[in-house]
């Protein structure tokens, strides 16, 4: 099992371009998790799908969207992105039955 | 909104001493709390609590839940050089239109000394 997979490992962008953050997930979970942790602030929600058809905002949603394109695949998209956006992102599954919620190896934005 | 707040923000110990973790909460709707460990990588999983009083044990770690006080503790018993790391807790709302999420503390940084 590849567990939660993340795709790229690494990203640097220019203020102003856009690009989309993929995450999928080999579990069957029925949940996925967008996070974004920066130094000192530990990780903060930005979305969340509790099942396959919906996505709800977090903590930090401003100047993010996400799509839910299936059971195994939840992406993040950067329409504009800005400096503030430089982060570490990680996605996440949980099966609601087992509460434990399992991480992808995160994505390392830059924007410049 | 759900709400998680840990303390110590960071703590330097020496091998061998025990530290004690907490964090307190504010969630809507109380479904669980799990503890991870963080080391440089994504977040491992340590611990799930749900019941009050009772404690969950791995080895030198442990931990409890007090739902009525609304915090929990992680202790670590004869500290080691490898539990260096970042110390999250996180609460997950069960209920209405917050079901399913799943909110992170700020984390503590446990610095463990030769």
């Known amino acids: 099992n590849a567990g939660v997979t993340q795709t790229p490992k690494f990203q640097v962008l220019k203020t102003g371009q856009s690009m989309t953050l993929q995450c999928a997930q080999d579990?069957?979970?029925?949940?996925m998790y967008w996070y974004r942790q920066d130094p000192g602030m530990g990780l903060r929600l930005i979305y969340y799908?509790?099942?396959?058809?919906?996505?709800d905002k977090g903590e930090v949603p401003n100047g993010y969207n996400v799509s839910r394109l299936n059971k195994r695949e939840f992406s993040l998209r950067l329409e504009s992105a800005a400096p503030s956006q430089t982060s570490v992102y990680f996605c996440?599954?949980?099966?609601?039955?087992?509460?434990?919620?399992?991480f992808g190896p995160g994505t390392r934005l830059t924007v410049l | 909104e759900d709400k998680v707040v840990q303390s110590p923000l960071s703590l330097v110990v020496h091998e061998g001493d025990t530290v004690t973790l907490n964090c307190s909460y504010e969630?809507?709707?109380?479904?669980?709390l799990l503890w991870y460990k963080q080391e440089k990588k994504a977040p491992t999983f340590l611990f799930m609590l749900?019941?009050?009083?009772i404690e969950k044990k791995s080895g030198r770690l442990s931990s409890i839940l007090d739902k009525k006080e609304l915090f929990s503790i992680l202790n670590i018993t004869a500290t080691q050089t490898g539990d260096s790391a970042v110390y999250l807790c996180?609460?997950?709302?069960?209920?209405?239109?917050?079901?399913?999420?799943?909110?992170f503390g700020q984390g503590t940084i446990l610095t463990v000394h030769p």
């Open positions: 996440a599954s949980r099966n609601a039955d087992y509460n434990e919620q399992f």
């Open positions: 579990m069957n979970h029925n949940s």
């Open positions: 799908s509790a099942s396959e058809g919906t996505t």
């Open positions: 969630v809507t709707n109380f479904r669980s």
């Open positions: 749900t019941s009050s009083g």
């Open positions: 996180a609460v997950l709302n069960a209920g209405g239109t917050s079901y399913g999420k799943l909110t």
